[in-house]
């Protein structure tokens, strides 16, 4: 099978490329600079030279705070270029999968969210992330979204790379405690996608298209996941003391746009179609956190 994979150079990407090769796959990955998704004309021309059996959208502009002040550019990325790889997927009859975010949601609901809920985002990112799930449902109905939270790898920047960071600077950090979610990695999310096209009736006239959320567990607040990064990487020797952690409220750690308090994501439906059950994100920050030891010893 020959997969074309956008944003090939980030978390998800990255991961997506090493493990469909590792599966056998002929891959063909794109970082933004070889292939700019939000020009039709050239993914056009990209998708009818490769012509490929599968597209994997990994690509978003993911500057949450910055997006504000750069609301062309992820709007271009997010909704645009969406809304490009769902037309040339459409012209060319091929199955398109796209990753996308909880940050589509408010977070005000207190159970997890649901493929049913109704979106409502609070900014620019989520916003545009929205939008471009929405120009995908409308224009081409062999799609997968798939809406995951909180996501770590390592490649590119996360919350994992930047407590490791500052464990270095400092002794003594304050985290939030009273948002909730559930980290996912990036090579859970690779894995439940390959997964979700290996299965036996894809792209059958029976394969249940559309939207899904892939839930992680444990839920966990910021502040929970930095304690276990922190005893995690204390114990592999990425850090040489015990960080001491100060629990805070959202409030006394102000950002441009209001973080959802809420992220957690129901798989249920992930689980009933694809027999996907719920990742394990402290098994897959483990694996993280040994392979960046391994590079540093």
Do not use: C
């Not at 589509?104 to 609901?109: A, L, R």
């Not at 850090?239 to 100060?246: D, E, G, P, Q, S």
């Amino acid at each position: 099978m020959k997969l074309l994979i956008n944003g090939a150079k980030g978390q998800v990407g990255s991961e997506l490329v090493k493990d469909a090769q590792a599966r056998g796959y002929e891959v063909y990955g794109f970082g933004s600079r070889e292939l700019d998704i939000t020009h039709f004309e050239q993914l056009m021309q990209k998708v009818e030279q490769i012509r490929p059996d599968v597209i994997i959208n990994a690509a978003a502009y993911t500057a949450v705070d910055k997006a504000e002040q750069e609301s062309e550019q992820a709007y271009a990325v997010n909704a645009l270029g969406s809304e490009n790889l769902a037309k040339a997927s459409k012209q060319m009859a091929i199955p398109l999968l796209h990753i996308s975010t909880d940050y589509v949601f408010d977070g005000e609901k207190d159970t997890p969210y649901t493929e049913m809920d109704q979106p409502n985002p609070t900014g620019v990112y989520g916003a545009s992330k929205l939008q471009g799930d929405q120009a995908i449902e409308a224009i081409w109905s062999r799609h997968i979204i798939l809406r995951v939270s909180w996501v770590f790898g390592e490649q590119g920047n996360n919350f994992v790379k930047t407590m490791l960071r500052l464990a270095k600077q400092q002794d003594e950090l304050s985290i939030v405690n009273d948002q909730f979610g559930a980290p996912t990695s990036a090579r859970a999310i690779s894995q439940s996608l390959l997964s979700i096209l290996e299965t036996d009736n894809f792209n059958q006239p029976d394969f249940p298209w559309g939207t899904y959320h892939l839930q992680s567990e444990p839920g966990v607040t910021w502040f929970e996941f930095a304690r276990e990064i922190f005893q995690q990487a204390e114990k592999l020797g990425l850090i040489n003391k015990t960080m001491k952690l100060n629990p805070i409220p959202s409030s006394e750690f102000p950002t441009p746009v209001k973080r959802p308090a809420n992220s957690k994501l129901d798989g249920i439906k992930l689980k009933q179609n694809f027999a996907l059950k719920p990742v394990q994100w402290q098994d897959d920050l483990q694996q993280m956190l040994k392979n960046m030891s391994a590079i540093t010893s």
